[in-house]
């Protein structure tokens, strides 16, 4: 079956504009995570769905950052006025929700703020 | 809060050389751990996983044992090939709730003919 993915594999963009960067999961998985991963780095936690809610966005560093899912499948991470430091590689990943089970991450989008 | 400490790469090997990466953690509670792949180009993949002290995860000739006492995962494989060359990523989750993924910092391994 199909796996995550995410849409756009690049992204360019100049310091102070807005992007969005979309996450599809697999069908049917209600957790889903947001990770951002700087050049030589592990990736690190932004925000975790379940279903339609936010259960944790502790990871999102300012409030320049978003994450939305309103039908519990699709979501979108938003980014308002970007930064240079914002640059990274931004992964998704999905499970099935149920405590101990394995995260299935998508490509990722790499995002470049000149 | 948790952590994860790998080796530092980049890793040469020689094909069919034995592997070893290693990885200690930090977590309260009884964390599963995991080994992730990176191969050049593509999303990460799970490589193998063990939920309790003592488990040994394997998947393609790699293995790791849970070692709570040492709280340590060390990745090995005693044959690489040159397709084994990635990056390679410890990773713990934590029993305390959800599975958010707390990862060290990557190592990559290159596998020369």
């Known amino acids: 079956g199909a796996g995550v993915s995410q849409t756009p594999s690049n992204k360019v963009t100049e310091k102070g504009k807005y992007v969005e960067l979309r996450c599809d999961p697999i069908?049917?998985?209600?957790?889903l995570y947001w990770y951002r991963q700087s050049l030589g780095q592990g990736p690190e936690f932004l925000i975790y769905?379940?279903?339609?809610?936010?259960?944790?966005d502790s990871g999102l560093p300012n409030d320049r950052f978003f994450a939305v899912r309103p039908e519990g499948s699709v979501s979108t991470l938003k980014i308002q006025r970007t930064e240079r430091g914002d640059s990274a590689v931004y992964l998704c990943?999905?499970?099935?929700?149920?405590?101990?089970?394995?995260?299935?991450f998508g490509p990722g989008t790499r995002l470049l703020v000149l | 809060g948790d952590s994860v400490t790998q080796m530092e790469g980049p890793v040469t090997l020689s094909e069919e050389a034995f592997l070893t990466i290693n990885c200690t953690y930090t977590a309260t509670g009884y964390p599963s751990l995991f080994w992730y792949v990176q191969y050049p180009g593509e999303g990460l993949q799970l490589l193998l996983k063990?939920?309790?002290?003592?488990d040994k995860g394997s998947n393609k000739g790699f293995e790791a044992t849970y070692r709570k006492e040492t709280t340590s995962f060390h990745l090995e494989k005693g044959s690489v090939q040159v397709s084994d060359s990635a990056v390679y990523f410890c990773?713990?989750?934590?029993?305390?709730?959800?599975?958010?993924?707390?990862f060290g910092t990557g190592t990559k391994l290159q596998v020369i003919p």
């Open positions: 769905f379940q279903g339609t809610g936010a259960a944790d």
């Open positions: 069908s049917g998985h209600t957790a």
């Open positions: 990773a713990l989750t934590n029993s305390g709730g959800y599975q958010k993924v707390t």
């Open positions: 063990a939920t309790k002290a003592d």
């Open positions: 990943a999905s499970s099935p929700g149920h405590d101990g089970e394995t995260q299935y």
